[in-house]
């Protein structure tokens, strides 16, 4: 073979064996550089996994660090989800427990009502907490006022009341006439947690009747019967309005 044939052949084969040398390493630092890219962005993804979970309750937060600590890709996140989860599953056995403890507590037949309505209010709340389900956002219902008068001559001044109250976006379907009236009118609420409103109510209706006063009445915190922020107003027949009403 010539000197000059040998030299073409050994150019060509210098090309061909340097192109893939270029493909090869360029191959494998665009494998690597997609690699690190997606670490990233899952430890991005993670963090904001993280932020969100830290805002739910202990049975979310439960669920999402076990999860994560069984299918993250990076050894790493996957130490770190572990560790989290271990600390959710000793808080979500404390709040189990509690919620056990209340459980045994409430059956007790010597505890008050209002104990025992309180109590129940507490162990919803702790299986809410204990749920792997996020909370659902509930659109709050508008309060409702159901209005019983005594007698027939305090429908003018009830209608008072009614329109005092609607004025305050308070929803009051009508008037009826209830002949087993109280001894002194009642606003009538029946959750707990429903008593500021039911107090802020009772001082609407006391521009009209003075001697109204909130009452709660136990036995319905876990009611279906009686919806949130429904209430009952029962206008006692020796209840008088004010003196100065129009009539």
Do not use: C
């Not at 076990?66 to 989800?81: D, G, H, I, K, M």
């Not at 309505?117 to 749920?131: G, M, T, V």
């Not at 305090?154 to 308070?170: C, G, K, V």
């Amino acid at each position: 073979m010539s000197e000059e044939r040998f030299k073409a052949w050994l150019t060509f084969w210098q090309f061909v064996l340097g192109t893939v040398v270029v493909g090869i390493f360029s191959t494998v630092i665009s494998h690597q550089i997609q690699t690190r890219e997606v670490e990233i962005k899952e430890q991005e993804s993670n963090a904001k996994l993280l932020e969100q979970a830290l805002q739910e309750d202990v049975g979310v937060r439960r669920r999402l660090s076990q999860y994560f600590a069984n299918v993250t890709r990076s050894a790493e996140l996957r130490t770190r989800w572990g560790e989290y989860a271990r600390l959710v599953e000793a808080e979500y056995q404390e709040t189990l427990s509690e919620k056990q403890r209340l459980q045994q507590e409430v059956k007790s037949p010597s505890l008050d009502a209002m104990v025992r309505d309180e109590l129940q209010r507490r162990i919803a709340e702790l299986e809410r907490q204990l749920s792997p389900k996020p909370a659902t956002i509930v659109t709050p219902l508008q309060a409702r006022v159901y209005m019983h008068i005594g007698s027939d001559g305090q429908r003018s001044a009830a209608e008072q009341t009614a329109s005092a109250l609607r004025a305050d976006s308070i929803s009051v379907p009508g008037i009826e006439l209830r002949p087993n009236s109280p001894q002194r009118t009642e606003l009538r609420y029946f959750r707990i947690a429903e008593r500021a409103e039911a107090e802020g109510l009772t001082a609407t209706v006391r521009g009209v009747w003075p001697d109204a006063a909130a009452k709660y009445v136990p036995g319905y915190e876990a009611s279906t019967a009686i919806r949130p922020r429904h209430y009952e107003l029962w206008i006692s027949a020796s209840s008088a309005p004010r003196v100065n009403m129009k009539p």
